[in-house]
């Protein structure tokens, strides 16, 4: 099994910053693409950014030249750097990673994080 541990989320005010951290860990053998979704009240969960184990970025329009996704592969964790924050980025940000397991290294699973609450007001 993977769990995922996130931590960052907050009250910030518009134009802010924060940092969101996702980190990985259980029986894990590889992981490919991370990722953070968000969701805000009433709304679908939407893409914001993803970045693959080379390090390929895709970033939803709405964050582009704002967001920043990292990775750090020797901690399985992964990053978003969140600036010029807007109260529209309100929502609860998920982690997503796929990943292979010690059990079964074939089969990629994509695993989610418990999601963390960003509110962006004044």
């Known amino acids: 099994q993977v769990q995922l541990v996130e931590s960052g989320g907050g009250l910030v005010q518009p134009g802010g910053s924060l940092r969101l951290s996702c980190a990985a860990s259980?029986?894990?053998?590889?992981?490919?693409?991370m990722g953070w979704y968000r969701q805000a009240p009433g709304k679908q969960r939407d893409l914001v950014a993803t970045i693959t184990s080379s390090g390929s970025t895709n970033y939803a329009d709405s964050v582009k030249g704002r967001f920043t996704i990292s990775r750090d592969n020797a901690k399985n964790t992964v990053y978003l750097q969140m600036n010029s924050l807007k109260p529209e980025d309100t929502a609860v940000y998920y982690c997503?990673?796929?990943?292979?397991?010690?059990?079964?290294?074939?089969?990629?699973?994509?695993?989610w994080g418990q999601g963390t609450q960003v509110t962006v007001s004044s």
């Open positions: 997503s990673v796929v990943a292979t397991t010690m059990v079964n290294r074939r089969i990629y699973y994509n695993y």
């Open positions: 259980g029986s894990i053998f590889s992981i490919t693409t």
